[in-house]
C-alpha cells in the first residue's frame, strides 16, 4: 500500500550550487547567479516569524535613513535597514538611476541628496511624492534603529571575521 505522496523537500542551502567564488550571505538570496537586493541576511530573517512582512521595503527604508542623515555610510545605512551592504548598494543604485537620489563624492566620502518632488513608483500611490512618504513615515534616526533592536523587530546583520 502507497501512502499519500507528500511535495518534495528543498535540499538544504549548503547542497544549493552557488557562482564560483560568491558568497551568498554578503550580497542577498542567490539563485542561479541573480540577486535579490531586498534579501535580509540569514541572522536578520531568521529572528522574524514565518510569514512576517513588513509595510515598507528596503529601498523606503534606505531611503528614509538618508533623509536622517544623507552623511551616513553603507555600512551603518545595512545595519539599521537589516540588509547586506551589497544590497545598500544595489538599491542605492536603483534609487540614482530612478532620479530619486543624487550622489555627490564630498572628500572620500558621498553625500546623498534626495529629490522630495519623485513621485511613488506603484500606481497606487504614484500621486504621492517621495516628501509625502518622508513626512508620513518620518526619517531613520539611530534612535529607531537602537529601539527596534532592543524590541527584537529585527537584528542588525553579523559582522565576518577578517582574520
Request: aromatic share 2%.
Amino acid at each position: 500500500m502507497v501512502g499519500p505522496m507528500r511535495p518534495a523537500e528543498p535540499p538544504p542551502d549548503h547542497a544549493l550550487p552557488t557562482p564560483a567564488g560568491s558568497d551568498p550571505t554578503d550580497s542577498g538570496t542567490v539563485d542561479s547567479g541573480v540577486v535579490d537586493a531586498g534579501a535580509e541576511p540569514a541572522d536578520a530573517a531568521a529572528s522574524q516569524t514565518p510569514g512576517s512582512w513588513m509595510f515598507l521595503s528596503n529601498h523606503a527604508h534606505v531611503l528614509l535613513c538618508l533623509a536622517a542623515d544623507p552623511h551616513q555610510t553603507l555600512p551603518v545605512i545595512a545595519q539599521k535597514v537589516g540588509i547586506t551592504t551589497r544590497a545598500v548598494q544595489l538599491i542605492l543604485t536603483d534609487l540614482i538611476q530612478g532620479g530619486y537620489i543624487e550622489r555627490t563624492k564630498v572628500g572620500r566620502r558621498n553625500h546623498y541628496r534626495i529629490n522630495p518632488d519623485g513621485h511613488l513608483r506603484h500606481p497606487l500611490e504614484a500621486h504621492h511624492r517621495i516628501a509625502d512618504l518622508i513626512t508620513a513615515v518620518g526619517p531613520a534616526t539611530p534612535d529607531d534603529a537602537r529601539d527596534a533592536s532592543a524590541d527584537g523587530a529585527s537584528t542588525p546583520p553579523r559582522r565576518r571575521r577578517t582574520g
